[in-house]
């Protein structure tokens, strides 16, 4: 049974002072086609003893139209550039609003401690749904729900083609922050850098690639296209997905690692936690997905630039600073040869990432329009690192939950609250694959 979201309000909150109207335009990475969507954000919070609903409502809204002056583009309209024959886009800025939804739900908080039952069970957590990012719909949504046992969710969902996972945390860190009585405008803020757009500094001509690229190096397997040899597209979109999430604490993530080790080559001495805990994630996967042995698969994930990049990119940056590693096997090697071999991919994709390897994705994005394909593919997507947990509004404290809307077929890490060294992997898989998953993901072996 679905549980039921009432809509209370839903109001267009603008910026509390004047801004700049203009129309910026977007950088090749922030207008990759593949990034035309809602990144949506589910923050699930306990309030303090005597908070008082309405006055946590219309601090919610004071909060956010503050925050809308130093980050206005938020509150303008992207469309593709007029007359441009290309894919680049623009933002129009003249400060049309942002939407904000107050909502009342039969959902309680003890729900968020597992997967969700099916994918789109919390969809109306974040009741807009923005189906093209391109019709001139808000490019922010900000969902107060209050659940029925007293607790509220915060329903979030921004523009990718405006900002990354980096650059969307520290603008709810600033918008969390000014919900705090004592603050009254962003520069009074402590914790959160002021907001920098400057998209210019990831666009061609600007970003000249190097005539001394290294060939091996500036290969982009993400942008290849792989056979589809067992109707692997059509599963994933005919199947029921089945939502699962698995916590690794510290004690099971050293246990992959020592895994790692012992089916590592001689010369590989160190693996972050991320390369293996992805390598067991996508080997696990792909042994329940039961595919063909010759079929070609990818494990793509995001990788920030900001740092990576020469000159670095300034601090507050919150545009798409970021560019997708690739790993990719047979699934025979990726299946037989162990963990560590899963890892050395994850790893090697990694250190092939830098300054000339942006520079040459902004060249491919900017000339050949390229983007990844779905065949073979699982995305992986590291919230865990953000920040999210640590988004503290006035009257609410921190988040007791932080994830998706919707659990999909992309996986998500997650933090795990008051668990700083543990991570949360959520994905959805096919029903005829997800006993078999669940299994593996909980069994460490090589």
Not at 250 to 271: A, C, Q
Not at 344 to 360: G, H, I, L, P, T
Request: aromatic residues 10%; proline residues 6%; glycine residues 6%.
């Amino acid at each position: 049974m679905e549980s039921l979201v009432h809509v209370r309000e839903a109001t267009i909150v603008t910026p509390s002072e004047p801004t700049p109207t203009e129309v910026l335009s977007l950088s090749a990475l922030d207008s990759q086609l593949f990034l035309r969507f809602t990144i949506e954000y589910l923050l699930v919070y306990k309030p303090e003893p005597g908070f008082e609903p309405r006055a946590v409502t219309a601090r919610f809204k004071a909060a956010l139209a503050k925050a809308l002056v130093s980050y206005y583009p938020l509150a303008g309209r992207v469309r593709a550039k007029v007359d441009d024959g290309s894919t680049d886009l623009e933002v129009v800025c003249g400060a049309q609003g942002v939407l904000f939804i107050e909502a009342v739900s039969d959902h309680d908080v003890n729900e968020f401690d597992r997967a969700p039952r099916f994918v789109t069970q919390w969809r109306k957590l974040l009741s807009f749904h923005v189906a093209d990012v391109l019709k001139g719909a808000p490019p922010l949504v900000v969902q107060l729900t209050w659940l029925n046992d007293g607790n509220a969710a915060l329903g979030v969902g921004i523009n990718h083609c405006l900002c990354d996972g980096i650059g969307s945390a520290e603008f709810l860190n600033s918008f969390a922050e000014l919900t705090s009585t004592c603050q009254s405008s962003f520069a009074e803020l402590k914790f959160a850098p002021k907001p920098i757009w400057d998209r210019h500094l990831l666009n061609p001509p600007l970003f000249k690639p190097s005539v001394n690229n290294n060939n091996n190096s500036l290969c982009h397997l993400e942008f290849n296209r792989v056979p589809d040899l067992c109707g692997f597209l059509h599963r994933f979109s005919s199947e029921r997905l089945v939502p699962t999430s698995f916590i690794f604490n510290k004690t099971s993530l050293n246990e992959l690692r020592k895994i790692v080790f012992s089916t590592s080559r001689v010369d590989e001495s160190y693996y972050t936690s991320f390369e293996v805990l992805s390598a067991h994630i996508w080997r696990s996967w792909a042994r329940a997905l039961n595919l063909p042995s010759n079929q070609i698969l990818k494990l793509l994930f995001s990788i920030n630039v900001r740092d990576r990049v020469k000159p670095s990119l300034p601090r507050g940056y919150y545009g798409n600073a970021f560019v997708l590693g690739c790993a990719q096997s047979s699934v025979k090697d990726l299946t037989e040869k162990g963990l560590g071999y899963a890892a050395m991919q994850v790893k090697r994709a990694k250190e092939r990432v830098d300054s000339e390897f942006v520079k040459s994705v902004v060249e491919s994005l900017s000339q050949r329009r390229a983007s990844p394909d779905s065949v073979g593919v699982l995305i992986l997507s590291q919230w865990s690192r953000l920040g999210l947990e640590k988004v503290e509004v006035g009257g609410m404290g921190k988040p007791v939950h932080v994830g998706p809307i919707c659990c999909d077929r992309y996986c998500l890490l997650l933090p795990v609250i008051n668990q700083t060294d543990a991570v949360k992997a959520m994905v959805a898989v096919p029903s005829s694959a997800a006993h078999t998953y669940q299994h593996l993901i909980r069994s460490f072996s090589s």
